[in-house]
């Protein structure tokens, strides 16, 4: 197993963060669907995630030729009989995928890894039941066999917006319209709200008629258009911490009207400048935030932070309120688990001198980078190539603003 050793350090500089994950799964998607002219898009980086959402939609019948950091897709239609897409580690590819496949064809075999299908789809196979849909999901394995069919849905909004983004892809193009009714509480909000910006970019309208519930007319088309991807806020807030924490970092670029829910990062930012004895941190819409919130907190010096509204984190890539209480634990940070969160009390410095695992989840490892330039010893950070799944050239970015790094070449 390859490891590396990460030194105290204070990273300086500025850095062009990475475009947005979550806009360019949309983007790609919707590119995908259109059957006019030719869409380009525009400030792509081709991740793990990201590539497995362009070669599903490949598999759908589209064809995408990369030049660069740009996209030219077009539709084509064809699709082979029972198309396999793998999705990796992608929650995004196969959440949004399903139901798109159920509408562009009879039939589609989804496979990924194993901690890809530990993660639920509850959502969907309540779906597959009520509208006798065929599915069998067995060895990171899914088949599906039948079509979706028009109607109202009533989505649970805690377990992951994501469900609901996919069937907002899906349904404009059935032949009848549809409700998305959201049931409870509406958690990541955000990401659903810039799936239906990106696909009105597409010339696909989406009605909402309050707050939780979302009328889709039938029979739209996706129109081709040219579309940029605007910087990343949930990669950004690593650095943006990090330069919180002291070191000298900026991230240019970033679209201060963003729909990104991650934007939040700068008023926890400026939550921790105005400290009180305690910080509450309510995560349901900020999940993707806990890891590097919880390097923050641990270094708030004697000032308690608590996070709740998280536990769908033990869901994610890795348990990741385990993971991050675990490793930064290792560092010597104070922090414990709850059922749904994190209680942190803060420290001057972590004193490192330990082995931490990225449990390979990219937040983690990024998470665990930043927390190494405050730790009074070097660290070992083992799977810390987790961050392909989607900042291939973090640790480039981390060199170049001054973080030192030797690679190890450990075997087991």
């Known amino acids: 197993m390859k490891s590396i050793k990460i030194m105290p350090s204070v990273l300086k500089g500025r850095i062009a963060v ?35 959402t362009a070669d599903g939609m490949k598999k759908l019948g589209s064809e995408i030729n990369i030049e660069n950091s740009s996209a030219y897709i077009k539709r084509n239609n064809v699709i082979e009989k029972n198309p396999v897409i793998s999705c990796g580690e992608s929650g995004s590819t196969l959440r949004f995928l399903i139901p798109l496949s159920l509408v562009l064809t009879d039939s589609c075999i989804f496979t990924g890894s ?59 193009l059935l032949e009848g319209d549809s409700k998305i009714v959201i049931d409870g509480s509406f958690e990541s909000k955000s990401y659903v709200q810039m799936t239906i910006d990106v696909i009105r970019h597409y010339g696909i309208h989406i009605y909402e008629t309050n707050e939780k519930t979302f009328l889709i007319k039938g029979r739209q088309k996706y129109k081709s258009t040219t579309y940029t991807i605007e910087r990343d806020y949930s990669q950004a807030a690593f650095f943006l911490a990090a330069n919180e924490l002291g070191n000298e970092v900026e991230c240019p670029g970033l679209n201060a009207d963003s729909l990104q829910g991650d934007k939040e990062i700068i008023n926890i930012i400026n939550k921790y ?26 270094l708030k010096n004697n000032h308690t932070t608590v996070i709740t509204n998280a536990g769908r984190l033990r869901l994610k890539e890795s348990d990741r309120l385990k993971a991050i209480s675990t490793e930064l634990g290792k560092l010597g940070a104070s922090i414990r688990e709850t059922e749904d969160g994190l209680i942190i009390k803060g420290k001057q410095s972590l004193k490192g001198n330990a082995k931490v695992n990225s449990w390979n989840d990219h937040r983690i490892a990024m998470s665990l980078a930043v927390a190494a330039t405050k730790c009074k010893n070097e660290i070992i950070l ?31």
């Open 18 to 52: 990475p475009p947005s994950k979550s806009l360019s799964h949309r983007a790609i998607i919707c590119a995908s669907l259109c059957n006019d002219e030719q869409s380009i898009i525009n400030n792509l980086l081709f991740s793990e995630d990201i590539k497995a």
């Open 114 to 172: 194993k901690r890809l299908f530990e993660r639920p789809l509850d959502v969907y196979y309540d779906i597959f039941a009520k509208q006798q849909i065929d599915y069998n999901a067995e060895n990171e394995r899914l088949t599906l066999r039948g079509s979706l069919s028009p109607g109202t849905y009533v989505i649970s909004g805690s377990i992951s917006s994501q469900f609901i983004s996919g069937l907002l892809f899906s349904l404009p």
């Open 273 to 298: 400048g105005c400290l009180k004895d305690e910080t509450a941190i309510d995560a349901s819409q900020i999940p993707d935030l806990v890891p590097i919130i919880a390097v923050m907190a641990s």
């Open 382 to 412: 083992e799977n810390h190539m987790a961050v392909s799944k989607s900042y291939p050239h973090f640790w480039e970015d981390y060199k170049s603003l001054g973080g030192v790094i030797y690679e190890l070449n450990n075997r087991k």
